[in-house]
């Protein structure tokens, strides 16, 4: 056993907190025009990336895996801390050498950096043919026109009613057993830190009804998980009579779908289909939410409740709208009605404007209370045009904020361990997602708390579920062996 969890893929902290990176698959239409695209950042752009391939698969276009065969190549881009735009830039450099052997090969840059520096990309990046923010992708196909012709392309128009419910999205990356549905796009709140409603525009919610019929069209189609995706899924809000929330919250209407109904709505479309969601705000998550989610056993019992902070002062320059007292309420309200089981994880930032010690000892101690599963944990990277940009000095030392993420990284190693370590000898619900990436004897998938379980392969499939008795964990994962 010891071999194995050497074997197996244990997602540490540190690669939790790395970017990541998904690019389209090989499709095998010979005669098309070829795309390829590379997604950074949050699933919702890489939930976008489907999108954009959908649309562009309706104008004669298919995937590739390799740049290199590409006639268009296009990278969905991510904003959120200055070490992903210099990633963006430096893959674009790496672009150039097949630029020079292919000139009419065409490159566009889409998502957060695009809306952030509009044409402004193009004069920085010569090499860049495109410019196409997160609401414009219904215009692509006029776009890579315009561009083959020779003349640059830009749309950095943000819409304030844009869902595309309408379109189906094309699976990548898909193990055919899990998928995300975007719900709502956009955010209204001013996190002071946060370049996300600069570069993704105003909230608004999708159309309940296109939602439940993408779950039903992937449970039809084998897939036996649906996460349901947005920046703050708990102020999910729609109306036949108005999909803009500002709007609708301002004209009183109250003929209003809002998150538990939808999650109720989903939940029912099959038993067999899981649920999960992603992300809720401390300051809007509903104990209706809670108590939808106890309703329903295909609702994962598991939140992704980021704090940013356990410190009510710095919550404040953080314009989180909420304080630690607030917080841990929220979390005292998720023990009550879903029990300790139910798997909590969070978000970090570390460092901070004018963090000090103590505030910083308060996310330390504020992680002995909660005591995640899982977090994602980064220092502070200011982003131009932010609130906190413009209001307060970024001021803590690199190396302290670190040094303080290190810390916070180290207390998350031992709780997380401390959390699997309850599930030892207990039989968990799993969802097969395929094989365990690095030993094919083995199979991999999730229990209801989103955690990652392993154990030997014998007649299972994947989407099937399967009742595994936990005997070993790693801090990143649980090993055992199927029960009949
Ligand atoms: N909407 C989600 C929420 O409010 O929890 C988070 C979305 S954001 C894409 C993901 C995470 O990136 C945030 O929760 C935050 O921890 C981190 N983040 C955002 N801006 C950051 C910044 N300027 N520096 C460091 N981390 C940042
Ligand atoms: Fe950014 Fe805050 Fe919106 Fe999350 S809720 S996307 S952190 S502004």
Known sequence: MDQIINDIDIISPEEAACETVKISKESNNPTARKMYIESYGCQMNFSDSEIVTSILKKDGFDTTSSYEDADLILLNTCSIREKA???????????????????????????????????????????????????????????????????????????????????????????????????????????????????????????????????????????????????????????????????????????????????????????????RFSTSHPKDITDEVLHTMKKYDNICKYIHLPVQSGNSAVLDRMNRTYDREWYINRVDAIRRILGEDCGISSDMIAGFCNETEEEHQDTLSLMDYVIYDFAYMFYYSERPGTLAAKKYVDDVPLEVKKRRLQEIIDKQRLHALERNQRELNKVHTVLIEGASKKSELHLQGRNSANKVIVFPKEQFKKGQYVEVLVKECTGGTLLGEAVK
């Open 85 to 275: 735009e210099q990633t963006v830039r430096h893959r674009l450099g790496q672009f150039q050498t097949v630029k020079k052997r292919k000139p009419e090969v065409l490159i566009g840059v889409l998502g957060c950096m695009a809306e952030r520096l509009k044409s402004k990309l193009l004069e920085e990046e010569k090499i860049v043919d495109l410019v196409v923010g997160p609401d414009a992708y219904r215009d692509l196909p006029l776009l890579v026109g315009q561009a083959e012709e020779g003349e640059k392309g830009v749309n950095t128009f943000l819409s304030r009613e844009e869902t595309y419910a309408d379109i189906s999205p094309v699976r990548l990356n898909s193990n055919g057993v899990t998928a995300f549905i975007s719900i709502m796009r956009g955010c209204d709140n001013m996190c002071s830190f946060c370049v996300v409603p600069f570069t993704r525009g105003r909230e608004r919610s999708r159309d309940p009804y296109s939602i439940v019929a993408e779950a039903t069209q992937l449970f039809n189609d084998g897939y036996r998980e649906v996460t349901l995706l947005g920046q703050n899924v708990d102020s999910y809000k729609w109306s036949h009579l108005e999909n803009n929330k500002a709007r609708l919250e301002k004209e009183g209407i109250e003929d209003v779908v809002n998150f538990a109904h939808l999650l109720e709505m989903v939940a029912k479309v099959h038993p067999d289909l899981r649920i």
